[in-house]
């Protein structure tokens, strides 16, 4: 079934913004996360066979308050992702990325709030180290408090990629349900998560990520080119408390529309906006691969503000 154009577009769109963190909406912050994602097989476009696509992230956060309304943001994510690129003489390609997160989160007043980020990245499959790859994006995002169970947050996200300028806005929604059970966070278009506690250490949910991000690659295969990564993966979860700021969860999805296109280095296009591509020519080089599911096991820590705040001084 062939889906429609706006649809795609919103989807496509998504894929480009989950590495983004998120604005500390909730009583607490996610200051680091481990994570394993590998896909069931995955047939090739035009060819009788499966491959796989297997995935490691790293991402932590340390805040540094500075007094009561303004705090420096400092991060670090990495990702390795292991894909074959056909047809490639390389029977493995393996992509990484290294970002840091740079910033400032300041509170004008009871209600308002903003936080600004700059994010430099390198993303290649580093056989040329340092080199290749460099990328710099940046992040304004301006938060409104309606009360303690509902916020918006309105924002913008820009990056230089490998095939060009992407911008990218940002719409946020965190609420939570009068008796504490249901949680929903969503920072469109890049996540999605609702979550709803079953006990006292045990909730269940639905996540969506958009995952997206471009390489350069150097490789025998593809000597001097960059590839593109999108990702739309839809999960159900469970989720346990190990202790109240370790979490483990298990989840299960699909990854769809999603694609790794390689194309020539000087390929490029003049502007991505919220996933519409401007003057796009170029021309993909390699066999994409299909949709598939997939299991992610993610592990968190989380720091808990109101237990914190309680605690005597």
Known sequence: MKVPIPIRL????????????????QEYLDLASVSYTTSFNSNVLDEDRDTSIQEWNLSFDLPLVLNEKTALLFGLG??????????????????????LRLGVNHVFSERWSATFLLIPKVASDFTSGFRKGNQIG???????????????????YANKEEFGLLLVPILGVYYKSPNDRFEADVFAPARIDLNYRLGERTSTGLRFD????????????????????????????????LTPNILLRAKL???????????????????????????????????????SFQFKLEMVYRFNLKQESKQPQ
Request: charged fraction near 20%; hydrophobic fraction near 35%; aromatic fraction near 14%.
């Open 78 to 99: 990495t990702n390795k992702i292991g894909v074959e690129l056909i047809p490639s003489p390389e029977p493995d390609t393996d992509l990484y990325s290294i970002s």
């Open 210 to 241: 958009g995952l997206g991000t471009s390489f350069s690659i150097q490789n025998p295969g593809y000597p001097d080119h960059y590839v593109t990564r999108v990702s739309n993966d839809l999960y159900a979860y469970g989720q346990y408390e």
């Open 253 to 291: 999805g699909y990854a769809f529309f999603r694609n790794f296109k390689v194309y020539e280095n000087d390929d490029k296009i003049g502007l991505s906006l919220a996933g519409i591509f401007f003057g796009d020519n170029r021309e993909i080089l390699n066999q994409d691969i299909r949709d």
């Open 138 to 156: 940046a992040v304004a995002l301006l938060t409104s408090k309606k009360d303690v169970r509902l916020k918006y947050s309105y924002g913008l």
């Open 10 to 25: 919103v989807l496509i769109c998504c894929s480009w913004l989950g590495f983004i963190p998120s604005a500390s909406a």
